[in-house]
């Protein structure tokens, strides 16, 4: 079992730059690939970002590449999304997730999830 909490969201105006966290508990926690997806009301949750367990591996989506950076930190078991540039269509629930073995993108290949953390951009 893995519990997973994110924080870090909140309002910012296009352009800014947000950091969010997430701190997971565990100790397979370095043998866990981690993700970062969004949600909006009245759509489905989509892929962000991903890094594999070791971190040498990071995938990210189309939307997003150039502006947002995973890392992770295991000897902290702490996952960050370094978000710049932020546009308003970034707006959404962020949450963290994550799984044993390799890197996956979709939203069915997670076990664990957080609670979520808002991200407002406005224009």
């Known amino acids: 079992q893995v519990q997973l909490v994110e924080s870090g969201g909140g309002l910012v105006q296009a352009g800014g730059s947000l950091r969010l966290s997430c701190a997971a508990s565990?100790?397979?926690?370095?043998?866990?690939?981690m993700g970062w997806f969004r949600q909006v009301p009245g759509k489905e949750r989509e892929f962000v970002t991903a890094?594999?367990?070791?971190?040498?591996?990071?995938y990210y989506a189309d939307s997003v590449k150039g502006r947002f950076t995973i890392s992770r930190d295991n000897a902290k078991n702490t996952v960050y999304l370094q978000m710049n540039n932020l546009k308003p269509e970034d707006t959404a629930v962020y949450y963290c997730?994550?799984?044993?073995?390799?890197?996956?993108?979709?939203?069915?290949?997670?076990?664990?999830w957080g609670q979520g953390t808002q991200v407002t951009v406005s224009s």
């Open positions: 997730a994550a799984r044993r073995g390799v890197t996956r993108i979709g939203v069915n290949e997670y076990d664990y």
């Open positions: 565990g100790r397979t926690f370095s043998n866990y690939a």
């Open positions: 890094i594999s367990w070791g971190g040498g591996s990071t």
